[in-house]
């Protein structure tokens, strides 16, 4: 496994502030990118009416780049400051990176 990974974390956009507030609460210097998507694939349950006729959901997509021991310790974290949310997540590991 490598020590270079992106936690990707799909949020709504109405906690954008609350969890960049948090992120950079916990280190001011970590990296990490916000991008708005659209997430298929909810419980048509958790749609709002415009959104189960789309079959849509206006998400945020965060991305934070770290180690995985800290990418570990901030999920459980992230478990405890924001019970259920319920947000989907994935880790993936960086094959490479750098500046151009």
């Keep these: ?6 936690l990707t974390i799909l949020i ?3 906690v954008r502030e609350d969890l960049t507030d948090w992120l950079l609460g916990i280190d001011p210097e970590l990296t990490f990118t916000t991008q708005v998507v659209e997430y298929h ?6 749609l709002k009416t415009a959104e189960q006729v789309t079959g849509r959901q206006g ?5 934070v780049q770290a180690g995985s021991e ?3 310790a ?7 400051d924001f019970p259920a949310s319920g947000w989907p997540y ?3 590991d ?4 750098g500046r151009l």
Excluded at 1 to 6: A, E, G, K, Y
């Design 1 to 6: 496994m490598s020590d270079n990974q992106i």
């Design 12 to 14: 709504p956009p109405e």
């Design 41 to 46: 694939g909810a419980e048509p349950s958790a």
């Design 59 to 63: 998400r945020l997509r965060v991305e």
């Design 70 to 72: 800290r990418l570990s």
């Design 74 to 80: 901030m999920l459980e974290k992230l478990r405890g």
């Design 90 to 92: 994935w880790i993936q």
């Design 94 to 97: 960086i094959a490479d990176r």
